[in-house]
């Protein structure tokens, strides 16, 4: 198969459909079946013109290729390019089918291939047992003695001993052979004569059924040559094609896209040779960014020598040629690229001795054609334009040439070192500048192509640093025109400004790559914490739904059974003392469950905010703003309070209801067996006392404490002057050592 470039854009898509394809089977299916085989079209037309019978091995050869074609029908037939192609092979099964049977891996007949030959064989094994077993007797028996070898051997097919020339006389028999010493005389006892000539006879004729099947089998591949010969082409097409695949996985290659605009965009082109090469070296390639349009559609590239100006044009041809031939291009998938009707080049010295042409002539013959046959709908490549000859006349040719192609608007790369071509730029419509980038400091090529920017040849500053006196490299300097040392600083200025973006812009890069890279890390974590917190939350739910049916079905138990003793104060009284207990321990769960994960916010002190006096743990409403001294007015069931607006934690906006998982049961809430007022004065804390007494007695308690600390004793007196005027209070004594001692008080509640 052959490479055509400047074919037809429909040719062209299917060459690249097929590649495709071919690369989805190496990506998904492991590859496709192996293609490895000769031109068995041409050896079978050879062999039957003039009768040959095939060897075995011949025969495998046929066998492998037909297990191709069976492999090859079995791919998928969503690859609808690969399998039209397919669909025109044919597989010979029964042939097939039938060697396999016949010659094994090593090329020898198997005792499968015919009725006969198994018969035979047989008929083989047992003359060849009975043999034996006789000439085993011979070596047992006196005839030993005889024997110039403890073996015995075959001559001419047939089983013979090996006798003593001194003893021939002793063996009755056929001498066959004499050894080339002659002490050594190969006889055939009589004896073993007619078993011998069996064995002759039946090897003939397995010979003679062996050549039978061998000429059947290469009779039928005759019978099945056009087929066959169809299959090569076929599979050779194939071949080509997985061959075009495994070239572009090798080389990242992407799916050329063809411009209908005119422009030709080479993004992350690499040429496709250093790729290969440095498949093997683990180097790394600059990649090349070029465009060409309709309007600026000749390039001239300067810069300094070995600066890469070469390797550039030479991959602007490859990859087109490439994207011409229906070729997959070794360039990033965004690269655009134009059908070009013809690509001139002239790149390198072809000086010819025996053509009796220059380098500089060669080139002009290059020059000469493209010139004459070049389009605007051609591309032309000329390395180092004008060179070869005096410089003044090599850069006018080069003007010239370069005028001509801007009248023709074809596309075109051109290289040069001569300072008047950059200055085109801008004169001669359609030319801009490009070059090689050069790092300054290092006096060394970076390879990168800057477009727009002239390049020098930096020739005085690499001599310099290639060790050459400083007074040659000096005087080369002065000698230069005034005018092309300051545009040669120039170019050095704004190459190295190109040289430092270019860094800062790869540093730049970096850190977004890493800054994406964390964030997409950190998202990851970020969905992953979400979608657990959301499980966990379902969870706690789920959990808190069976607390609150499995605590009212409890509950509901206990009120029936306080109904039917609703007489008896005491049992009364103790139904509503586990009540309270059951309630209380469902809040402390319900607190595991779902109190643990919320926080509150500080309360804003407007009226209507549903609020948590911190320290009490009680749940209010707002009354009135806070006052100027930052105190709040907030209503605590029936009672209201004064406290402090920091002690304030929200619950809900004014006028909302707070969205929560309580509980909500018909039955009062259960107060603990002490109240902790500590950190209040008694204006605040006289309420949530009178509220707690007012639960406690509800709930049956008999006996409960009021924590309010010892301090000056001032709150202590105010709460015993308190409690000696409720009605709710039987008695009260300060505790005793054991139950806070002059900081609490106890109190005995009055029976209903």
């Known amino acids: 198969m052959n490479l055509s470039p400047f074919g037809d854009i429909y040719d062209i898509a299917v060459s690249l459909d097929l590649i495709s394809e071919m690369n989805d089977i190496f990506k998904f299916d492991g590859g496709p079946p192996g293609l490895m085989f000769d031109d068995l079209a041409e050896r079978l037309e050879r062999s039957k013109s003039s009768g040959d019978i095939f060897e075995p091995k011949v025969l495998l050869e046929y066998s492998t290729f037909f297990g191709i074609v069976r492999d090859f029908q079995k791919i998928r037939s969503h690859f609808a390019k690969l399998h039209a192609i397919i669909s025109g092979l044919v597989y010979p099964q029964n042939l097939h089918e039938e060697i396999e049977a016949s010659i094994d891996y090593s090329g020898e007949i198997k005792d499968s291939a015919s009725h006969e030959l198994r018969r035979l064989r047989r008929e083989l094994v047992e003359i060849r047992g009975k043999l034996n077993d006789k000439f085993e007797k011979y070596l047992r028996s006196g005839t030993a003695v005889y024997l110039s070898d403890s073996l015995y051997t075959i001559r001419d097919g047939r089983y013979v001993l090996p ?142 020598n070995t600066g890469g100006k070469t390797v550039a ?62 389009d605007s709908e051609s591309l032309v490549l000329f390395d180092e334009l004008g060179a070869g000859t005096d410089p003044e006349e090599g850069s006018a040719i080069g003007q010239a040439v370069v005028e001509h192609l801007s009248r023709v608007k074809c596309y075109a790369v051109v290289t040069t070192h001569h300072g008047k071509l950059k200055a085109l730029a801008g004169k001669v419509p359609c030319v801009v500048n490009g070059s090689m980038e050069f790092d300054q400091q290092h006096l060394s090529p970076t390879f990168v192509f800057r477009a727009g920017i002239p390049g020098s040849s930096y020739a005085v500053e690499i001599a310099r640093k290639l060790g050459m006196s400083s007074q040659i490299t000096g005087r080369a300097w002065e000698l230069l025109d005034q005018k092309e040392r300051d545009l040669t600083k120039l170019i050095a200025e704004l190459n190295q400004k190109s040289v430092e973006l270019a860094e800062e812009l790869k540093k730049a890069t970096a850190n977004r790559i890493s800054f994406e890279s964390l964030s997409g890390i950190y998202q990851d974590r970020l969905e992953a914490w979400q979608k657990q917190e959301k499980e966990l939350h379902k969870k706690r739910l789920r959990e808190t739904e069976d607390l609150i049916k499995s605590t009212k079905d409890e509950l509901d138990k206990l ?23 059951r309630l209380a321990q469902t809040r402390q769960e319900m607190d595991t469950l779902t109190g643990s994960a919320r926080t509150y916010e500080q309360a804003h002190g407007l009226p209507g905010e549903k609020v948590m006096i911190k320290g009490i743990e009680a749940k209010g409403e707002v009354l009135e703003p806070a006052d100027s001294s930052g105190r709040v007015r907030v209503r605590i069931g029936n009672a209201t309070m004064l406290t402090d607006l920091e002690k304030l934690v929200r619950l809900s906006e004014p006028g909302r209801e707070p969205k929560s998982s309580q509980i909500k049961t018909d039955y009062a809430p259960t107060p603990g067996l002490e109240i902790d007022i500590r950190g209040l004065t008694f204006e605040e804390a006289e309420p949530v006392i009178e509220r707690y007494l007012d639960d406690a007695g509800n709930a049956g308690l008999e006996t409960v404490s009021i924590i309010h600390g010892k301090g000056t004793g001032a709150l202590r007196k105010k709460v015993q002057e308190y409690l000696n005027r409720s009605p709710r209070v039987l008695s009260q004594r300060l505790g005793n050592w054991n139950e806070g001692s002059s900081g609490v008080t106890v109190v005995t509640l009055r029976k209903d």
């Open 163 to 304: 006798v003593k020339e001194t003893e021939k006389g002793r063996v009755k028999g056929i001498i066959h052979d004499r050894s080339s010493s002659g002490a050594t005389f190969f006889i055939e006892p009589a004896e073993t004569v007619e078993l011998n000539n069996r064995h002759r006879e039946i090897e003939t004729a397995e010979r003679e059924e062996i050549n039978r099947i061998l000429r059947h089998l290469t009779e039928m591949l005759y019978v099945n040559s056009e087929a066959i010969t169809e299959d090569v082409v076929i599979l050779s097409r194939l071949d080509f094609v997985a061959a075009c695949s495994r070239l572009s996985r090798e080389l990242d290659a992407t799916r050329p896209i063809f411009a209908e605009n005119g422009m030709m965009a080479i993004i992350g082109g690499r040429h496709p040779a250093l790729m290969l090469r440095s498949l093997d070296k683990k180097q790394d390639i600059v990649p090349l960014d070029l465009t060409l349009t309709r309007d600026e559609c000749i390039l001239i590239i300067t810069g300094p």
């Open 313 to 374: 044009l030479k991959t602007v041809g490859l990859l087109s040629l490439m994207a011409a031939s229906g070729l997959f291009v070794p360039a990033d998938s965004k690269s655009q690229f134009l059908l070009f009707n013809a690509i001139f080049a002239d790149i390198g010295d072809e000086q010819s001795i025996e053509s009796s042409l220059s380098t500089y002539s060669s080139h002009l013959n290059h020059l000469k054609e493209a010139l004459e046959q070049a």
């Open 559 to 581: 009120i029936e059974s306080a109904r039917e003793k609703k007489k008896d104060r005491e049992a009364l009284r103790e139904v509503r003392r586990v009540i309270g207990d």
